[in-house]
C-alpha cells in the first residue's frame, strides 16, 4: 500500500474516533448563575410571574361594552307592521364606584406575590445547588483522599515486606496489610460511585441543556462565621421573601373582604339607541342590577373574612417558623464549625506527626504492624471526619441562607 494512501486511512480512523467532551472548569458562583437560569424551578416561577401580571392586566381591565338590539311596538299577532320599530345600539356596563380600583389592586397584590415567589425559589434553588456542589467536592476529596491513604498504604506493606525478607517479622504481617489495602480498594470503588452520583444531582439542578463534564474547581476551605444570632435573624427578618409573601397575602385578604362588601352594592348600565323608524331621533337607555340574593353577598363577605384571618395567623406561623429554624440552621453551623477546628488545629496534626513516627519506629522494630495498622485507620478516619466536617459547615451555610423558606 502506498505511503500516501495508509497515512490517509490513519487519519480518516482518527477522525471518526468519539472525541471526549472537554470538561470545563465549574466555580460555586458558576454552578448557582446557571442554576438560577435555567432551573426548571425557576423557569415555572417565572412563567408564574406571568401569568401574575395576565390576571392583573385582566382584572383592572374595564367592562367590555355590548351592541344590543331591541324591538318596540310588536302586536302580539307576532307580524310585524309599520309601528314596529328596532332599536340597534351600545351598552356599556358601570361597576359601583370603588370596585374596579379593589379588583386592580388585588391584582397588583397577586403579581408582586408571584415576583416575590420566584425571589423565594431563586433563593431555594441557590441554596441547594450550593449544598450539591459541596457534596460533589467532598466526594472528589473523598476519593483522592483515599488513593493518597492506599499510597501510605503502600509504604507500609513494603516495610513489612523488607522487615519480613529480613526476618525481622512473619508473613502474617505483610498479610494483615495487603488485606487491609484491599478493603481501602472497597472503600474507594463505593466512594467513586458517590462521587457520580453527586455530580448527576448537581447536573440535574443546573437544568441547562449544553453544561457538559465539569470541574469542580471552588474547594472546601473553611472560613470562620462571625455574625450573631440575633445578627442573622434581623437580616432574615428584613429581607425573607416569605415573610413578604405571607404580609402581601393578608393585606390581599383584606382588600378582597373590602370588594366582597361593595358586592352588595348595584351596578349600573347605561345605553345609547338608534330607532329604525325614526332616523333623527335616538334613545338612552339606564339600569342596574338588584343584589337581593342576601346568602350569596352574606357568603362572599365570610369568605373573605375567614381568609383574612386566615392570613393574619400564617404572617404570625411564618415569622415563629422563621425564627425557629433559623436557631437550628445557626446551630449546625456553630457546631460544624467547632468540629472543622478540632481537626485542623489539633487532631489531624497530632496524627501526621503520629503516623511519621510510627512508621519509623516500625521500619526498626520499636513496634507491631498491628499497632502501626491502628495509626493507619485512625489517621484515615480522621482525614475524612475532617472533610466531612467542612461539608457540613459549607453545607450549613447554604442552608443557613434559605431557613425557613422551604414549605
Do not use: C
Not at 448527576?200 to 462565621?225: C, M
Amino acid at each position: 500500500m502506498p505511503k500516501n494512501a495508509a497515512l490517509f486511512i490513519l487519519l480518516w480512523i482518527l477522525f471518526l474516533q468519539p472525541v471526549s467532551a472537554e470538561e470545563k472548569p465549574l466555580t460555586i458562583q458558576e454552578a448557582v448563575s446557571t442554576a438560577l437560569e435555567h432551573n426548571p424551578e425557576i423557569v415555572g416561577a417565572r412563567h408564574a410571574l406571568e401569568e401574575a401580571t395576565g390576571r392583573r392586566l385582566q382584572a383592572e381591565a374595564r367592562p367590555e361594552p355590548q351592541l344590543a338590539m331591541s324591538t318596540e311596538g310588536m302586536p302580539f299577532s307576532l307580524k310585524a307592521d309599520d309601528t314596529t320599530e328596532i332599536n340597534f345600539g351600545l351598552e356599556l356596563p358601570i361597576e359601583f364606584p370603588g370596585k374596579r380600583p379593589l379588583r386592580a389592586k388585588i391584582g397588583f397584590f397577586g403579581q408582586d406575590i408571584a415576583s416575590l415567589e420566584l425571589a423565594r425559589t431563586s433563593l431555594i434553588v441557590a441554596a441547594r445547588v450550593r449544598k450539591a456542589y459541596w457534596k460533589a467536592v467532598l466526594s472528589d476529596r473523598t476519593v483522592a483522599s483515599l488513593e493518597s491513604l492506599a499510597d501510605l498504604l503502600d509504604t507500609i506493606i513494603e516495610s513489612s515486606r523488607i522487615r519480613y525478607q529480613a526476618g525481622a517479622a512473619a508473613y502474617g504481617d505483610v498479610l494483615r496489610a495487603r488485606v487491609e489495602r484491599a478493603r481501602l480498594q472497597n472503600e474507594t470503588i463505593e466512594a467513586r460511585q458517590g462521587r457520580e452520583a453527586a455530580r448527576a444531582e448537581l447536573a440535574l439542578l443546573l437544568g441547562s441543556p449544553d453544561r457538559g463534564p465539569f470541574i469542580l474547581t471552588s474547594d472546601l476551605i473553611f472560613v470562620p462565621f462571625d455574625q450573631t444570632l440575633e445578627d442573622v435573624k434581623a437580616a432574615a427578618r428584613a429581607t425573607r421573601p416569605s415573610l413578604q409573601i405571607a404580609a402581601l397575602r393578608s393585606e390581599r385578604a383584606q382588600t378582597a373582604s373590602a370588594l366582597a362588601g361593595k358586592n352588595r352594592l348595584p351596578d349600573f348600565s347605561l345605553g345609547l339607541f338608534f330607532p329604525s323608524i325614526r332616523f333623527n331621533a335616538w334613545g338612552v337607555a339606564f339600569g342596574f342590577n338588584l343584589p337581593l340574593s342576601r346568602a350569596r353577598t352574606e357568603g362572599e363577605r365570610l369568605e373573605a373574612a375567614a381568609r383574612y384571618a386566615a392570613s393574619v395567623a400564617a404572617v404570625q406561623a411564618r415569622a415563629k417558623k422563621l425564627d425557629l429554624e433559623l436557631e437550628i440552621s445557626y446551630a449546625a453551623v456553630r457546631a460544624a464549625a467547632d468540629q472543622v477546628r478540632l481537626f485542623e488545629q489539633e487532631l489531624l496534626a497530632e496524627m501526621e506527626e503520629e503516623i511519621r513516627s510510627g512508621l519509623t519506629q516500625y521500619q526498626y522494630g520499636k513496634i507491631e504492624s498491628y499497632s502501626l495498622l491502628d495509626l493507619y485507620r485512625t489517621y484515615a478516619a480522621a482525614e475524612l471526619e475532617r472533610l466531612k466536617a467542612l461539608y457540613l459547615y459549607q453545607s450549613g451555610l447554604a442552608g443557613l441562607e434559605a431557613a425557613g423558606e422551604e414549605d
